[in-house]
């Protein structure tokens, strides 16, 4: 038994609520939301208590944990308590002259017990969403966080411990051998929010047991700012979705291209930004550990020596895990810069000439979680929306896509599988049951039942054609 995991271990944990779901299915709605707005309730009591566990860890600043973490999961709560009747409800479907009499819809029913796996990144949002979304479709949930965020697991056990039984929601903490144990499990949904390096090991788990995923993955999402963009503006967007929590997110722009005839005035606009935004430490994060530390400072001293240009920024401190707001030109492909997602303060910058080659060596990567464009030009946004693939796309401004609770947030391919938020999400840890009702005594299709006579092969002919 892992120290951790309180009185029940993995196993005995999904035993427990394994049982616990199928009750769950036969449950009333009401009840979900009655869950849902306790949790809610508990987070806006206990807003200073998340303020210092992710200053802990993150020195994240508290207004800063309300912008990115505390308001999206009061908004997916929200949204899902005014909604769930709506989507429990069953969806009628279209018939046709084939099946005449019929009756037939969709009824959305729990898939049973889930299992996330969230990061350290934005421990609150990025545990607590899933969870919000997985309650709302009637399951059973065992969240695993990252051990790199003890003060805030320690946070989330006291809300999860105080509002739910554990057969009905449970958090298991632990390094990867606790979740390669859960992972054995055949959970009925699994829920993985990290790399796509993990996130291939978790599918290849998941296969075993023919479990679905959602896995929210990551990649290097490109920004264009063209020759028609408002430069003030971009740079001001930018700036904020960069080096919101140090960089450290998955949505965040991981490179930039620029029109030649607007690099330097975009150069100007972000050393500006970054200057008036995050001069003072105490609107900025920390990088999470010595690790992660090490590999930026590593990335960043192996791009100045292959000779990328430093245009601000470049200070780093181990002690302090801080890495000031950086930015760098004159990159190449060889640079460990652009080898694989930054994920965190710094910023590459490159000039293009014509927009066709900027699609180009997007479509020769593997898809993005986001894509963002900064444009006057309509042509250009079609243009860019038509001949690119990626998780998301924003116009003219940057990681807004993330916090909407109506829109569905998830990559494609290398960068995702599956979508998450508002009805999405309720989708993901739901399974859409068809259901068709029939009179007794009738139905058309016994009019072709063998023996096939001429007559039936007739009728069977105008059906081809016609119905």
Known sequence: MNPNTGDLNA????????KAALLNRAGHWKDRRRKLRQLEKWILEHRDQIHQAVFKDLAKPASEVDITEVYPVLSECRHAISSLRKWTSPEPIDGSLSFLGTSAYVQYEPKGTSLIISPWNYPILLAIGPVVSS???GNTVVLKPSEFTPATNRVIREMIESLFPSDQVAILEGDAAVASELLSLPYDHIFFTGSPAVGKVV???AAKNLTSVTLELGGKSPTIVDETANIADAAR???WGKWINAGQTCVAPDYVFVHRSRLEAL???????AEKRYQDKHNYASIINTRHHERLSGALKDALEQGALLEFGGNVDAGGLYIQPTIVTQVTDQMH??????FGPILPVMAYDDLDEVIRYINDRPKPLALYHYSGSRAYKEKVLKHTSSGSVVINDSVLQFGHPHLPMGGVNNSGLGKSHGKAGFLAFSHGKAVLKQRVGFTVARTVYPPYTSFKKKLIE???KYF
Do not use: D, V
């Not at 196993?11 to 394994?18: D, G, I």
């Not at 150069?267 to 930004?273: C, I, N, V």
């Not at 810069?337 to 930054?342: R, S």
């Open 462 to 464: 105008l059906m081809l």
């Open 135 to 137: 309650i709302a479709a």
């Open 267 to 273: 150069l100007a606009g972000l050393r500006s930004e």
């Open 203 to 205: 599918m290849t788990a």
């Open 11 to 18: 196993t005995a944990l999904f035993e427990s609520q394994k």
């Open 237 to 239: 967007k930018i700036t």
């Open 337 to 342: 810069l652009m080898q694989e997602e930054i």
